[in-house]
């Protein structure tokens, strides 16, 4: 696909710490020299691509990687934002449903429930920014009305 993250997005913020987590992560300097573009695509999945996956089996690890890279993310940008940490917790069972969970101090503010993990993606880069920074705002309300629990 030659989706861009030049086009105009929702939160280019999300995308930015979404690539600089990818990059982080890249312990052996696999992902160097390739371009956001490069490795932002795996979070994007069409319609027939997700028709072609099948659903019965265990997920595929960098599926899960993947799940696990969007949600801190969505954690580290809180962090940016509020200036408190943000703590994902995964659990995820072998068929491919699970729950996500992000603390800041006491406060859960984010709750998710991952269904079908196999087919884990979206439409666009774009819907990655939107449904991410949806999220992060969610979650930065959510700490503003209750910051004095966020603090604990």
């Given amino acids: 696909m030659s989706e861009t993250i030049e ?6 913020e999300f995308l930015k710490t979404l690539v600089s987590l990818i990059r982080a992560e890249d312990t052996y300097g696999a992902w160097e020299g390739k371009s956001d573009d ?9 319609k027939e691509e997700r028709r072609l996956i099948p659903i019965i089996g265990d997920p595929d690890p960098d599926t899960i990687t993947r799940v696990e890279q969007f949600y801190k993310a ?3 940008t809180i962090e940016k934002r509020t200036r408190l940490m ?14 996500m969970v992000l603390l800041t101090g006491r406060l859960v503010v984010l709750s998710k429930h ?3 993990v196999h087919r884990f993606g979206f ?24 910051r004095d629990v966020a603090e604990l």
């Fill in 86 to 99: 943000a703590t994902p917790i995964m659990k995820m069972s072998n068929e491919g449903f699970g729950r």
């Fill in 123 to 146: 439409p666009s880069i774009e819907a990655v920014a939107q449904d991410g920074a949806k999220l992060v705002d969610e979650a930065v309300a959510l700490i503003g009305k209750h």
């Fill in 74 to 76: 969505i954690g580290l």
């Fill in 38 to 46: 490069v490795l932002l695509r795996p979070f994007v999945l069409t």
């Fill in 114 to 116: 991952i269904r079908d």
């Fill in 7 to 12: 086009a105009p997005v929702v939160d280019q």
